[in-house]
């Protein structure tokens, strides 16, 4: 009773505080959680009630999402929150109008005209190759120009872009191969006139040529014409070449017999070793929305009649091997520890031949909550990377990847394990970071990776609009408001730092750039897409596949 009692107690006093920060805050909602034993009882759930409904008239404000997690057996944690209009924060307003400015700045202008947005604008270290514009950085940008109006720059960026794309086939391993897009390009001059000059990797620590740029430009692409109407763009024959380009270097047959696609390490935003080679999440989730996007775009005639029947026959086998073989919860956790092993043959129940031994279960068993889940990191032959991964798990929602209830479990996991996904910056690249020999033998004694430091754990804010996307889109909005709340705190403060280091993401990235555009736009993107959710429809994919694909295929079908 005396427990039930100092309960009650701090609920109220962490309410009132609730409705402190949200009188301050427009458009805001604050999420108000409590940690209630695991007898959670109607009764506790009925003085919250009681308490929020006298909130709800002190503040004149709605509350949504009561329960959040509800359905969930096992809940240890009442969420709630609450939005409506209050006055809009002086900390809120300062942000947004530091970070339009420095957006603004750092435009970079080709043949007088805007191109894109330079990686980074801190006037105090050198650049390195963050004077160029990185395909992958630019889409926050773009999406917020095209939110803005100003799809004249993203229309520039893709028909410049494409025009870098390789377009013959090479056997030459000094080459970039045909359909890679450049991880970045600067313009450069010559005898005073100005061109574009592309970096495949070639230049880059490592020698990494992006995987992702491709798939980020198709995606670009399919935003542009749902933002602007402008279908004649993406229908253009050169347009049409590249896409089928970037899709052929993905769907080519390879040493392996997997939907998914086959990548070296360090070919996507986590450009350096970090035992990501094979199939990792992050791609594989960009990949399946670029070929969701690619089934859009094509257009349906003889000369894409094989690319379009190479994508529909990839998208269902990819879908499976995702939602099934990656997917971790509580009961697939039960089944992996309960894997027979050197199975043989194509009834095999453990088709990667996991070995139980290779998986930390003490960890995650204490770790992962009932009520969440989450995609694995990577999967191939006896391996299956337990990390999470934010940006393949929040793709994974917006493109509709995982299907709804896995895509409430992956948002109930970042709720429940909000210290260590969020903590002071949201959001985690990677959890947990490799420690000890691992971090010495997987990334090979990297210091800039160190243990929870830049890729290795640390807090990357350009993850925010991707979090406010994903939450959005599954109606919880409440996370995504309260994510944004302890970005505003720091980010302007802290000057937009590029990552954040330690644990809990208190510390500004040891050798993290200062004004970091996708930082910028990040948090930018994700103000827009919480003020006005239609935005979602430029990024977002439906369920609804099989619909979509059988009138394509029906159109294919009828052009033989
Ligand atoms: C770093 C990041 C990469 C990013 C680039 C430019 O190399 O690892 O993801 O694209 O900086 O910001």
Same mark, same amino acid.
């Given at each position: 009773?005396?427990?039930?009692?100092?309960?009650?107690?701090?609920?109220?006093?962490?309410?009132?505080?609730?409705?402190?920060?949200?009188?301050?805050?427009?458009?805001?909602?604050?999420?108000?959680?409590?940690?209630?034993?695991?007898?959670?009882?109607?009764?506790?759930?009925?003085?919250?009630?009681?308490?929020?409904?006298?909130?709800?008239?002190?503040?004149?404000?709605?509350?949504?999402?009561?329960?959040?997690?509800?359905?969930?057996?096992?809940?240890?944690?009442?969420?709630?929150?609450?939005?409506?209009?209050?006055?809009?924060?002086?900390?809120?307003?300062?942000?947004?109008?530091?970070?339009?400015?420095?957006?603004?700045?750092?435009?970079?202008?080709?043949?007088?005209?805007?191109?894109?947005?330079?990686?980074?604008?801190?006037?105090?270290?050198?650049?390195?190759?963050?004077?160029?514009?990185?395909?992958?950085?630019?889409?926050?940008?773009?999406?917020?120009?095209?939110?803005?109006?100003?799809?004249?720059?993203?229309?520039?960026?893709?028909?410049?872009?494409?025009?870098?794309?390789?377009?013959?086939?090479?056997?030459?391993?000094?080459?970039?191969?045909?359909?890679?897009?450049?991880?970045?390009?600067?313009?450069?001059?010559?005898?005073?006139?100005?061109?574009?000059?592309?970096?495949?990797?070639?230049?880059?620590?490592?020698?990494?040529?992006?995987?992702?740029?491709?798939?980020? #430009?198709?995606?670009?692409?399919?935003?542009?014409?749902?933002?602007?109407?402008?279908?004649?763009?993406?229908?253009?024959?050169?347009?049409?070449?590249?896409?089928?380009?970037?899709?052929?270097?993905?769907?080519?047959?390879?040493?392996?017999?997997?939907?998914?696609?086959?990548?070296?390490?360090?070919?996507?935003?986590?450009?350096?070793?970090?035992?990501?080679?094979?199939?990792?999440?992050?791609?594989?989730?960009?990949?399946?929305?670029?070929?969701?996007?690619?089934?859009?775009?094509?257009?349906?005639?003889?000369?894409?009649?094989?690319?379009?029947?190479?994508?529909?026959?990839?998208?269902?086998?990819?879908?499976?091997?995702?939602?099934?073989?990656?997917?971790?919860?509580?009961?697939?956790?039960?089944?992996?520890?309960?894997?027979?092993?050197?199975?043989?043959?194509?009834?095999?129940?453990?088709?990667?031949?996991?070995?139980?031994?290779?998986?930390?279960?003490?960890?995650?068993?204490?770790?992962?909550?009932?009520?969440?889940?989450?995609?694995?990191?990577?999967?191939?032959?006896?391996?299956?990377?337990?990390?999470?991964?934010?940006?393949?798990?929040?793709?994974?929602?917006?493109?509709?990847?995982?299907?709804?209830?896995?895509?409430?479990?992956?948002?109930?996991?970042?709720?429940?394990?909000?210290?260590?996904?969020?903590?002071?910056?949201?959001?985690?690249?990677?959890?947990?970071?490799?420690?000890?020999?691992? #971090?010495?033998?997987?990334?090979?004694?990297?210091?800039?990776?160190?243990?929870?430091?830049?890729?290795?754990?640390?807090?990357?804010?350009?993850?925010?609009?991707?979090?406010?996307?994903?939450?959005?889109?599954?109606?919880?909005?409440?996370?995504?408001?309260?994510?944004?709340?302890?970005?505003?705190?720091?980010?302007?403060?802290?000057?937009?730092?590029?990552?954040?280091?330690?644990?809990?993401?208190?510390?500004?990235?040891?050798?993290?750039?200062?004004?970091?555009? #996708?930082?910028?736009?990040?948090?930018?993107?994700?103000?827009?897409?919480?003020?006005?959710?239609?935005?979602?429809?430029?990024?977002?994919?439906?369920?609804?596949?099989?619909?979509?694909?059988?009138?394509?295929?029906?159109?294919?079908?009828?052009?033989?």
């Amino acid at each position: 009773m005396a427990t039930d009692v100092a309960i009650y107690a701090a609920l109220v006093v962490y309410l009132l505080s609730v409705v402190s920060i949200f009188e301050r805050s427009l458009f805001a909602s604050s999420l108000a959680k409590v940690a209630i034993s695991s007898s959670f009882s109607s009764s506790s759930s009925g003085i919250c009630f009681i308490v929020l409904s006298n909130l709800r008239s002190l503040t004149n404000c709605r509350l949504t999402n009561w329960l959040s997690a509800s359905n969930c057996s096992n809940i240890k944690l009442c969420s709630f929150s609450i939005e409506g209009e209050g006055k809009l924060s002086d900390r809120s307003l300062a942000a947004q109008e530091q970070a339009w400015e420095a957006l603004e700045k750092s435009i970079i202008y080709y043949h007088g005209q805007a191109i894109g947005t330079i990686a980074a604008l801190d006037p105090d270290i050198s650049a390195l190759n963050y004077d160029q514009c990185f395909i992958r950085d630019f889409v926050s940008s773009a999406l917020v120009f095209l939110i803005k109006g100003r799809s004249d720059i993203v229309r520039y960026f893709l028909e410049e872009t494409l025009k870098l794309q390789p377009k013959t086939v090479q056997l030459d391993c000094l080459k970039p191969s045909r359909g890679l897009m450049p991880a970045s390009f600067k313009i450069g001059s010559f005898n005073g006139r100005e061109y574009l000059k592309a970096d495949f990797g070639d230049h880059a620590i490592g020698r990494v040529a992006p995987a992702d740029a491709g798939l980020w #430009w198709i995606i670009l692409l399919r935003a542009y014409g749902i933002a602007t109407g402008d279908t004649n763009l993406a229908e253009r024959s050169d347009f049409q070449e590249g896409i089928r380009l970037i899709l052929e270097l993905c769907l080519v047959t390879r040493f392996d017999m997997y939907p998914m696609v086959l990548v070296p390490d360090g070919a996507s935003m986590i450009d350096r070793r970090l035992g990501l080679y094979g199939h990792p999440l992050d791609i594989q989730s960009l990949f399946y929305a670029a070929l969701r996007a690619s089934s859009e775009l094509l257009t349906p005639n003889k000369e894409n009649q094989n690319i379009i029947h190479a994508v529909y026959n990839r998208l269902g086998p990819l879908l499976k091997q995702l939602r099934e073989n990656y997917w971790l919860d509580s009961e697939r956790l039960n089944v992996i520890y309960r894997f027979q092993v050197e199975e043989y043959g194509e009834e095999a129940l453990n088709q990667f031949n996991i070995y139980s031994d290779s998986i930390p279960f003490y960890r995650l068993a204490k770790w992962l909550p009932e009520a969440g889940g989450y995609l694995a990191g990577n999967l191939g032959p006896s391996q299956l990377d337990c990390r999470f991964f934010s940006l393949g798990n929040l793709m994974a929602i917006i493109s509709s990847l995982a299907d709804e209830q896995q895509s409430h479990q992956i948002l109930n996991l970042i709720e429940l394990r909000w210290s260590d996904l969020i903590g002071n910056m949201p959001m985690k690249l990677c959890y947990p970071a490799l420690e000890d020999i691992e #971090w010495r033998i997987v990334t090979g004694a990297d210091p800039k990776n160190r243990p929870w430091s830049y890729h290795n754990g640390g807090s990357w804010p350009v993850l925010l609009w991707m979090l406010a996307a994903a939450a959005k889109k599954m109606d919880r909005g409440e996370l995504a408001h309260h994510a944004i709340a302890i970005a505003e705190r720091r980010l302007t403060e802290d000057g937009w730092p590029e990552y954040y280091d330690g644990p809990d993401g208190r510390l500004i990235g040891k050798e993290a750039r200062k004004y970091q555009t #996708w930082t910028i736009a990040g948090y930018l993107l994700a103000k827009e897409l919480i003020a006005d959710p239609s935005h979602l429809k430029l990024i977002a994919f439906e369920p609804a596949l099989s619909t979509i694909d059988e009138s394509q295929k029906s159109k294919v079908e009828s052009q033989k």
